[in-house]
């Protein structure tokens, strides 16, 4: 089956097959090398056609076929396809958005779901296929891949890390594509309404900033921009902190300023704040799981409805605690918590508008502090969400080049007869020409979570989290201090594709990987120094004392490398306990990947 989706964008209309080349007829009668299928399986990111470009790429170079599913997970269980080549994908190379394809709603997980890839897979004779997305993506692969394997179908299966929110980590993973063009669009964006804020002196600005569940986002704008104050929500987990000490931090910087004669500012707040406030946490818990037991959409919305108007009724259906906490939140965070829920039965933090909340709660505590005498200032809020601007948005030149070597390297990996892999690559912070490609075992990244949508106790590939202990947030938190009251506004700019900006990598990744390189480079001098003082004419106590001590560092880290084999999925779900692996980083067949932007 052919899909028009991309015609119909274009207004070609229906695509003719006698109107594909030369080539791609020998495809299709199965003359030609490696098949591959391509999926969005996860929201919009820049640099998703990317991923492609470099898959095409690989595949044309190795004359291989590659066929791009419609429609996400959709086009993906109904053999809904397209066969990607120049022609078609021309105008769509290095563009944001996911228009091409398109995706649905992301998941492979249910047995039924399982078995129609697998279908797909048997039936469109395919070597290897592609999954696109974040973190529940990344967990389908390795469903999916073991699903294949207990089958016996030949299909390896490859995931790329591809989302705005950078939430996906492992030792051996430095970057997601798309998170340094989102982050970039949301940083000019902040440096506008910075910029606004010094000038009109009158406002202060609450910034959501889209993200999901953890804060790299809202870390990283944050070091771009330097705002007068950024939540971190890691932090403010670490600390116990509830809404009313959030609000109170907030207040206590509105009062320094407005002493100093600054009645205004810019703080940033993540997207995901809401589940790491104690007191939210457990209310929106109990709301998903008092709506995930009603059986039907429409008592679903019934019960919604009743949750919001009732106080009663809410007292009845949830805990005394969390009763508590939703009665006393304005009618309008009461109404966003009870919105249409995600294809898991919870809440959609994108609904939760935190930066109206926290606005509207701080003018109340304002309020009492102004008729206590403790404050003097004026106070007027304008809130913002950032998310659906940077989802979409051109790639940078990092993110472009990154999609394409990811997509190169999947097809290198399947080529490599390797399934459940998710790929990387090392040295990110040089130049493209000192890359290194490899992949790393999807088991590798799971942990075991006592509940989720994949069941009880299961391995899956949870959203990474802020790391309080690294540099990006020791970077920030050694320079917010000053910018509390100095305003050291920092407004980027747009994303350049021209100039010495071009090739700027996000403050995160530099911050994260800085001392990576140095310690390689580092390695390689100590070796090349023992290799030229170890010459012929060389004393043979010295050489000997050089094999000594060679031999032992060799010992030492072949012992690590056997201690971290890769385990299957199946064993690792069997024992509930995952392994922490190393990354495959050289693969066994080299490739060439030198590709051309």
Known sequence: NYSTRYAEILKLGVQDPTLLDENSRRVEEKTTNLRIGIVFNGRQSPGGHAIVAGLLEYTKRNKG????????????????AILIDDKNFWCFHNQGGYHFLGRSQDKVRTQKEL????????????????????????????????????????????GIPCTVDGNVYHPMLESVVGFDSSSKVYSQLIGNIMTDAASAIKYWYFIRLMGRDPSHLVLEAALQTHPNMVIISEEVANKGQ??????????????????????????????????????????????????????????????????????????????????????????????????????????????????????????????????????????????????????????SQFDCELGNTYGFTAGVLIESQL????????????????????????????????????????????SSEVDLRKGPFLRLKDQREGWRLIDHYTNPGPIQFTGPMRDQKTLSLRYLQQNYLTALKKVEQLLESVRRQCRFGTQEPLLEAAISNLTSLNNILSLFQDRLKPVSYTHLRAHETPEHLVCRLLLEKKKNINLMY
Request: net charge neutral; charged share 20%; with cysteine.
């Open 65 to 80: 076929v590659l066929y791009g599913f419609v429609n996400g997970t959709q086009g993906l269980f109904k053999e809904q």
């Open 115 to 158: 078995e129609a890839t697998a279908a797909t897979c048997q039936d469109l004779n395919l070597d290897g296929l592609v999954l696109v997305g974040a973190s529940h993506t990344l967990t389908d692969c390795l469903v999916l891949s073991e699903h294949c394997l207990n089958s016996g179908i030949k299909t390896r299966i490859i």
């Open 242 to 395: 509830t809404i009313k000490d959030v609000v109170s931090d907030i207040c206590d910087l509105i009062v320094e300023r407005a002493n100093a004669g600054k009645n205004f500012g810019t703080i940033l707040i993540p997207e995901g704040l809401p589940h790491y406030l104690p007191n939210l946490r457990i209310l929106i818990d109990d709301l998903n799981n008092f709506l995930q037991g009603v059986p039907t959409t429409q008592e679903k919305n019934e019960a919604a409805r009743r949750l919001f108007s009732d106080p009663e009724y809410v007292k009845t259906n949830l805990t005394p605690w969390s009763a508590a906490v939703f009665n006393d939140l304005p009618e309008f965070t009461r109404k966003q918590l009870l919105l249409e829920r995600d294809t898991s039965g919870s809440i959609q933090l994108t609904q939760i508008e935190t930066e109206k909340l926290f606005a509207h709660l701080v003018a109340q505590e304002l309020k009492k502090r102004k008729a206590q005498n403790k404050y003097n200032g004026s106070f007027n809020s304008i809130t913002h969400f950032f998310g659906y601007q940077g989802r979409c948005s051109f790639p």
């Open 419 to 462: 399934t459940g892999y998710c790929v990387s690559i090392r040295g990110l912070t040089a130049d493209i020409s000192g890359w290194f490609c490899g992949g790393i075992p999807l088991v590798s990244m799971t942990h075991v979570k006592s509940k989720s949508s994949y069941g009880i106790n299961k391995a899956i590939i949870t």
